[in-house]
């Protein structure tokens, strides 16, 4: 064991070493990243076995605890018209909780491999495995302006394997189709069956629309198929205030169920190192039948605010979130249910 963890180090030390003396060389390669840690204390003081607490969207699940998130490293380079982007973490954030995990219980995740190449400079292509176009936010905290996710953004896909074809129109319209695995895998076992596609629209001069649609094997664990209808669009009105939307709707086929719901998002830069923020999300599961018994969808509202306090490339994210769900989907300390969660975190991300 210790022979392995010197070899993964020695691995990890080379790569980045490389990468770097390589970085000196040509000015072609970046190297970017991130790492972050956070505190959360759930109000409720209600804790599981396995340490984590109410509100079960991804990331910052830790009671009472300071926790770790995830190191990621990024390297991307572009020669003429090929390039390649290559992305792996290190932690819990990216390890453990993006879903992919790989064979042998491996101790990174992988985020990003894929291809590209311009054809014109109006049509791209690229291939391999890629973070998902469906939805607002990303894995990568640096990509976030709320240091814990929605439920939107929980329910996935995480990240896209296939290929993909862009072509703009214009400066303001694009367009993408492209063909996937099924979700958050980099093999496809029951061979390629997703359809995607992504309308970018940008109306106004820091106003972007993006109309996104997927279809195929059902996610996760249904026999239909299923399909996401997704809009993701922001619009940075003022230097200092943007407002962001996300709404999205997923039906499984023989009505397995699925989801729908919605976030609205709303910045404001009181100056270049206070920010704060606040979202505010609905979110439902949908009936879904079971033989002939029907199983009623349960909702839940949810507000969070953050601020973003930033010195240099370090950002720390103080934050209040407040859930209540239309059933009782959460827990006292004394283990009894309730319909209201609510908690507190503070993370660091320091950006690279």
């Given at each position: ?46 804790r599981a076995e396995d340490g984590t607490s109410n509100i079960p969207t991804s990331f910052a699940n830790e009671q009472n605890s300071i926790s770790l998130g995830m190191l990621d490293l990024a390297i991307s380079k572009k020669i ?120 970018h629209v940008s109306p106004l001069t820091g106003w972007d629309a993006y109309f996104n649609f997927l279809n195929g094997h059902a996610a996760p664990d249904a026999s239909g198929t299923g399909t996401i209808l997704d809009l993701t ?59 002939e018994t029907t199983i009623s969808g349960s909702s839940v509202k949810a507000v969070t605010l953050s601020s973003n306090i930033k010195a240099g490339p370090l950002t720390v994210i103080p934050e209040i979130r407040l859930d209540k ?28």
């Amino acid at each position: 064991m210790k022979f392995i963890t010197k070899l993964y180090s020695t691995l990890i030390f080379c790569i980045i070493t490389c990468a770097a003396s390589a970085q000196e060389e040509s000015n072609n390669l970046t190297i970017t990243g991130s790492a972050d840690l956070y505190y959360k204390y759930d109000f409720s003081g209600y804790r599981a076995e396995d340490g984590t607490s109410n509100i079960p969207t991804s990331f910052a699940n830790e009671q009472n605890s300071i926790s770790l998130g995830m190191l990621d490293l990024a390297i991307s380079k572009k020669i003429d018209k090929a390039s390649f982007v290559g992305e792996v973490s290190f932690g819990p954030r990216g390890q453990e909780q993006s879903l992919l995990a790989g064979k042998g219980g491996d101790s990174f995740h992988l985020q990003n491999l894929y291809v590209s190449y311009d054809f014109t400079d109006k049509f791209s292509m690229t291939a391999g495995f890629m973070g998902t176009f469906i939805g607002y936010e990303i894995i990568s905290p640096i990509g976030n302006f709320n240091y814990s996710t929605s439920y939107l953004f929980s329910m996935g896909p995480f990240q896209n394997a296939g290929i993909k074809g862009t072509y703009a129109f214009s400066d303001k319209v694009s367009l993408m189709v492209g063909l996937f695995n099924d979700w958050n895998v980099t093999e496809d076992f029951n061979g390629v069956s997703h359809i995607g596609a992504q309308l970018h629209v940008s109306p106004l001069t820091g106003w972007d629309a993006y109309f996104n649609f997927l279809n195929g094997h059902a996610a996760p664990d249904a026999s239909g198929t299923g399909t996401i209808l997704d809009l993701t669009t922001s619009y940075q009105i003022t230097e200092a205030f943007k407002l962001g939307l996300n709404g999205a709707n997923y039906k499984i086929s023989d009505e397995e169920g699925g989801y729908h719901g919605g976030a609205l998002y709303a910045q404001y830069a009181f100056t270049d190192v206070v920010s704060l923020g606040i979202r505010g999300e609905y979110f439902k599961n949908k009936d879904a039948k079971d033989g002939e018994t029907t199983i009623s969808g349960s909702s839940v509202k949810a507000v969070t605010l953050s601020s973003n306090i930033k010195a240099g490339p370090l950002t720390v994210i103080p934050e209040i979130r407040l859930d209540k769900g239309s059933s009782e989907l959460f827990m006292k300390k004394d283990l009894s249910p309730t319909k209201n969660a609510s908690q507190f975190t503070i993370a660091a991300v320091y950006a690279f």
